[in-house]
């Protein structure tokens, strides 16, 4: 028992090192500048750049959007399934595998077809409008909807494995015998015990939509993945800053969504 202790902390120690070194040595490039010392202008300067709040908040609200429209398609999808229609079980598995397997460029390439031709089509139609309205730069919906395209594997997996290690029938059927409807046994039996689940499935989405960009390139928008790619330029130090800045927000971002998550269940237990 204590080699296999002994093992496993071996084998995080080489994965934390295999992460972390070349972290802190993009840090220290970031920091250290030959002839200057240690200096952080590097990040002034990414700070003071003009579109880096602007990005940042849409990327977030991007975010908050594809989180609830995917959950609210996938939670009572999967739980229909799983009650249901089980059957139909790899079906769906496959339907929501296919994102994995068309490349973005060639789902981009859809998405701008439709929206060229739509317009052009349906001009006198109430959808001409449907499309503009999408496309607004301000909260450009139509990335909201390829976003959870794009989420649905890792939404799906994640759902999956919380309604597995859930007895999701008896659960149902109990709420059901005293009296709640479907939606309240939706809500107040089954959602508490997949939370798990959907602080996962949030993790994934959450991550894919901060750091998605060749949708929101070829479609002309410019959340926070997009401008910085376009505000690291040809400075190498720049470019460095750039990097660790996105991931240290993601990594803040994964662990305010985590600390929500483990205040909820506290709460709950309480």
């Avoid at 139909?88 to 994102?99: A, G, M």
């Avoid at 060639?106 to 317009?119: D, S, Y």
């Avoid at 029938?169 to 939606?183: D, H, I, Q, Y």
């Amino acid at each position: 028992m204590a080699r296999l202790t002994l093992w496993r902390w071996g084998v995080l120690g080489l994965a934390g090192l295999y992460f972390l070194v070349p972290l802190a040595a993009s840090v220290v490039f970031t920091v250290d500048v030959p002839g200057q010392g240690i200096t952080f202008d590097a990040y002034r300067q990414i700070l003071a750049t003009d579109g880096f709040a602007s990005s940042l908040l849409l990327s977030l609200e991007l975010a908050l959007a594809t989180i609830v429209v995917v959950l609210l398609l996938m939670v009572p999808a999967t739980v229909a399934l799983r009650l249901g229609a089980p059957r139909l079980r790899p079906v769906v598995e496959v339907v929501c595998s296919l994102p994995l397997v068309v490349p973005p460029i060639a789902f981009v390439a859809g998405i701008g077809t439709v929206l060229k031709w739509g317009p052009e089509h349906l001009s006198r139609t109430p959808l001409f409008q449907t499309f503009v309205a999408i496309q607004n730069p301000d909260f450009p919906f139509v990335l909201v909807l390829a976003y959870v395209v794009m989420a649905l594997p890792f939404v799906y997996r994640a759902l999956d494995a919380g309604l597995r290690s859930v007895d999701v029938r008896t659960l149902v059927e109990a709420a059901r015998s005293c009296g709640a409807g479907w939606p309240q046994a939706l809500l107040r039996v089954v959602l508490p015990n997949l939370r798990g689940a959907l602080l996962n499935a949030s993790f994934l989405t959450l991550a894919l939509v901060l750091g998605e960009f060749t949708v929101a390139q070829l479609l002309g928008f410019q959340p926070f993945a997009v401008w910085i790619v376009n505000v690291s330029g040809s400075q190498a130090q720049l470019s460095v800053a750039v990097s660790v800045l996105s991931l240290l927000v993601t990594w803040v971002l994964l662990l305010a969504l985590a600390g929500f998550g483990g205040r909820a269940r506290t709460a709950s237990r309480g």
